[in-house]
């Protein structure tokens, strides 16, 4: 189990802000859930781009921060969408 744990932090780097951005719809249709789930992918792509300079600048070689650094940097991705949202939408 314990070498599966990075994976199923990564893998958190899409769930929440999927969860996220579903809680945060007006309407519960197939259009909005799709989209609401491609910008948590989206989230996710930046948090791997995060993850990969923070691998590059730092030399970080623990398996578990490197998954967390993805997580951190899909949650700023995340925090960023909900801002552009707030502001002009």
Do not use: E
């Not at 070498?3 to 945060?24: C, D, E, K, N, W």
């Not at 910008?39 to 590059?56: D, E, R």
């Not at 030399?59 to 991705?77: D, F, I, Q």
Request: glycine share 6%; net charge positive.
């Amino acid at each position: 189990m314990d070498s599966q744990l990075p994976s199923y932090i990564t893998l958190l780097g899409f769930v929440v802000p999927a969860l996220v951005f579903i809680i945060r719809l007006d309407r519960y249709q197939a259009a909005t859930i799709v989209h609401a789930l491609l910008m948590a992918l989206l989230c996710l792509f930046v948090g791997f781009l995060f993850s990969g300079a923070a691998i590059k600048l730092m030399s970080l070689s623990n398996p578990l921060l490197t998954s967390g650094m993805v997580v951190v940097g899909s949650g700023v991705a995340t925090l960023a969408r909900l801002i552009w949202i707030k502001r002009f939408a």
